[in-house]
C-alpha cells in the first residue's frame, strides 16, 4: 500500500514539476545511466522547442542504453519526418581506463549486447520509428556524415581530447540557429566542462544555458 502511495506521489510531482514531458521522464528513469530529472527534461525542452516541426535532425553521441535518447526523441515524436541518430559502439569505449572500471562490470551482468538493450529501450517507449541507431565511434562516423543537424548532444568519451575532438568534428555540421549540448559539463568532468568554457563562447554561440549538468548553447 505504501509503496503505491509513494508511486503516485511521484508521478503526480513529476506532472507538476515537468508538464508535458513527465510521462518521457518516468520512461526514462526506468533505463539504465546517468541523468538527473532536471537534465533529462532539458534534453526533451530542446529537442520539442529548438527544433522546427518539419524534419528535423538530432545527433546524440554517447547512447549507451538509451536513457537520454529516449528524452530527446520524446522531444521529436510529434514532429515531421523527424530523426534521431544515436551514435555509440555499443560496448566497447575507446578510453580503455572508463571501459575497465564503468562499462565492463555493467555488461558482466546482462548477457544481452548493449545494443539490443538500447533497442529495447527505444521500442519500449514506441519511438523505433525515428530512431536510428548508428553503432561505431563519433570520430568513423563523421567522416562519411553530410546531414545538416539541428541539435547536437555530446555525452560520449569524456577526456578532454576526445570531447574537444567530437565538438570540432560535428560542429561544422550544425545549422545556424542550432543547438549544440553537452552532458557532465558540471566541473566534475573536466573534459566537457573545458570545451564549454573555451568553445561556447560568442561571436559564434549565444549565451550558455544548464541545467543539471547539461550545458547548451544555439548557434549565432
Not at 555488461?107 to 553503432?135: K, M, N, W
Given at each position: 500500500?505504501?509503496?503505491r502511495?509513494?508511486?503516485i ?8 514539476k515537468?508538464?508535458?514531458?513527465w510521462?518521457w ?10 541523468l538527473?530529472?532536471?537534465?533529462a527534461?532539458e ?6 522547442h529548438?527544433t522546427?516541426e ?6 546524440e ?10 528524452m ?18 555499443f ?12 562499462y565492463?562490470p ?5 548477457q544481452?549486447?548493449?545494443r ?9 517507449s514506441g519511438?523505433?520509428?525515428l530512431?536510428?541507431p ?14 545538416p ?5 555530446i ?6 581530447p ?11 555540421f550544425v ?16 573534459g566537457?566542462t573545458?570545451v ?13 544555458h ?10 549565432v
Amino acid at each position: 500500500m505504501r509503496d503505491r502511495f509513494l508511486r503516485i506521489a511521484a508521478r503526480a510531482w513529476h506532472r507538476i514539476k515537468y508538464a508535458d514531458g513527465w510521462k518521457w521522464i518516468l520512461r526514462s528513469n526506468g533505463i539504465e545511466g546517468w541523468l538527473q530529472d532536471s537534465e533529462a527534461y532539458e534534453l526533451y525542452r530542446l529537442a520539442k522547442h529548438y527544433t522546427p516541426e518539419t524534419e528535423p535532425v538530432v545527433v546524440e553521441l554517447g547512447s549507451f542504453k538509451g536513457k537520454s535518447s529516449v528524452m530527446l526523441a520524446g522531444g521529436l515524436k510529434e514532429k515531421k519526418n523527424a530523426k534521431l541518430y544515436c551514435i555509440d559502439p555499443f560496448g566497447k569505449d575507446e578510453d580503455s581506463d572508463e571501459q575497465r572500471k564503468i562499462y565492463d562490470p555493467i555488461l558482466a551482468r546482462d548477457q544481452r549486447g548493449l545494443r539490443e538493450i538500447f533497442q529495447e529501450s527505444i521500442s519500449h517507449s514506441g519511438l523505433s520509428h525515428l530512431v536510428f541507431p548508428i553503432q561505431g565511434y563519433s570520430f568513423e562516423i563523421v567522416r562519411s556524415w553530410n546531414v545538416p543537424i539541428d541539435l547536437l548532444f555530446i555525452d560520449a568519451s569524456h577526456a578532454y581530447p576526445f570531447v574537444l575532438r567530437d565538438f570540432e568534428s560535428w560542429f561544422p555540421f550544425v545549422k545556424p540557429h542550432g543547438v549544440v549540448a553537452f552532458h557532465d559539463a558540471n566541473g566534475i568532468h573536466p573534459g566537457p566542462t573545458r570545451v564549454v568554457a573555451e568553445r561556447l563562447i560568442a561571436p559564434v554561440f549565444r549565451s550558455v544555458h544548464s541545467a543539471g549538468s547539461v550545458a547548451w548553447a544555439q548557434k549565432v
